[in-house]
């Protein structure tokens, strides 16, 4: 990948509204614009597991003060929905989350969704370049058990979470009242999967509550 440097102004300005957090903090969440709730939704019950996995092995919590939180690009009204509609605009994006992360080199690249996803594999320069409805809820499953499974401290490790988590009717129905709902036992499930490879990587990662 090659190295790009950004003096551009309107990024800048752009910069101040849609971003959140230290870009030298080894955790960044990668959303869609269209869906900011993710940050509340999928994110915060995620962030519970983990935290309570990684108190009950060591006894302390991870300091998320500073989680670099940014939307994938400025408006969501030029979110592709296509393979082939990705506009001038977001190829610009995508040069420019590039450049921030060859520079900073994250450790945890988290997405939410199907075009977060997709965004950030063309950062990487992923082949084959997909659309959006390529990623498929199972689809995303199964990409963040590779992530998991491939996870190397020594890089940055793109890890696909849901952007909604929702049981169908008939499951809701027939479900033991006192069962875990689809939402919880997905949160539990990542949550978990990912506080373990923050454990396993612990003495190289500086997010620990001092």
Do not use: C
Request: charged content about 30%; glycine content about 4%; hydrophobic content about 40%.
């Amino acid at each position: 990948m090659s190295r790009l440097t950004f003096n551009n102004n309107q990024f800048i300005g752009d910069n101040m509204k849609r971003e959140l957090g230290d870009r030298n903090y080894p955790i960044w969440l990668l959303i869609n614009p269209k869906y900011p709730a993710v940050r509340y939704d999928i994110w915060r019950p995620v962030l519970d597991e983990i935290q309570d996995r990684v108190f009950r092995d060591f006894q302390t919590r991870i300091d998320t003060t500073n989680i670099y939180i940014r939307s994938a690009v400025v408006d969501g009204g030029i979110v592709p929905n296509t393979l082939n509609w990705w506009g001038k605009e977001v190829a610009k994006e995508i040069e420019y989350y590039r450049a921030i992360v060859q520079e900073h080199k994250p450790k945890m690249l988290i997405s939410f969704g199907a075009f977060p996803f997709e965004f950030a594999r063309r950062v990487f320069e992923i082949k084959p370049e997909k659309g959006p409805k390529a990623w498929s809820t199972s689809i995303l499953k199964n990409e963040f058990e590779k992530s998991i499974d491939d996870f190397d401290i020594n890089q940055t490790n793109r890890i696909p979470l849901l952007r909604r988590v929702i049981a169908s009717d008939k499951f809701i129905e027939t479900r033991n009242i006192l069962s875990p709902t689809d939402s919880e036992t997905y949160f539990q499930h990542v949550g978990t999967n990912i506080a373990e490879k923050i454990i396993e990587n612990r003495d190289q990662l500086d997010i620990w509550i001092k």
